[in-house]
């Protein structure tokens, strides 16, 4: 199972809303404090996320995405072992959040190259081989939908979601097709947003 998933991601927040109300190094000591508490009472709690979403939206490359969001890893598992965490337990305490678009295999190396790039980066920083596994999210992209022909978003979102699974995602979050129209999708949207997986699963 994926797990649960509290979602503390201070440089995410700052990254694409430009500030955060106590400033950079009181929330990444809250954040430290939350994974601490989280790993002590609930071990199939992740605290922390690393949301590459707002620098995918501002347009990054693959490539750039990737390094973002490496960066904020490792700026996490720093804090986290300043805290006084073990490696081990700061690497359990991370989940990575990526964006996905429409193009499959582009997509899919993404997923395998950010498992790769984490597991490097783990092992540098002194963790066993089992806790430098990279847990990860994948989300479909909102850069790639679009808003004039929305229903041609349920073929980005298929290509995506399609991807997450053959790339190794922990889980999968497919938007709903109308999402680029305004902030609440209808029922029906949902509904095919959340039977997309369902349908890949049972005919694919």
């Known amino acids: ?43 199939h709690v992740a605290a922390v996320t690393v949301d590459a979403g707002a620098y995918d939206t501002a347009g990054a490359s693959e490539s750039q995405t990737l390094a973002a969001a490496m960066a904020t890893g490792v700026a996490y598992l720093r804090a986290l072992t300043d805290a006084g965490m073990s490696v081990d337990d700061a690497c359990g305490q991370i989940v990575f959040r990526l964006p996905l678009g429409p193009d499959q295999f582009f997509a899919i190396a993404k997923l395998r190259a950010a498992r790769k790039l984490w597991s490097r980066i783990a092992e540098v920083a002194g963790a066993t081989e089992t806790a430098r596994a990279a847990r990860i999210d994948a989300v479909t992209a909102n850069r790639n939908l679009a808003e004039r022909d929305p229903y041609t978003n349920l073929l980005r979102t298929t290509l995506a979601c399609f991807a997450a699974a053959i790339g190794g995602a922990d889980s999968v979050t497919v938007a709903p097709y109308d999402t680029a129209l305004g902030p609440v999708s209808d029922d029906f949207a949902r509904r095919i947003a959340r039977n997309t997986q369902l349908l890949l699963k049972e005919e694919s």
């Open 1 to 43: 199972a994926a797990g649960s998933r509290l979602g503390a991601d201070p440089l995410g927040t700052l990254a694409a809303y430009g500030s955060l109300p106590q400033g950079l190094p009181q929330a990444l000591a809250d954040m430290a404090d939350m994974a601490a508490h989280t790993a002590r009472h609930w071990p």
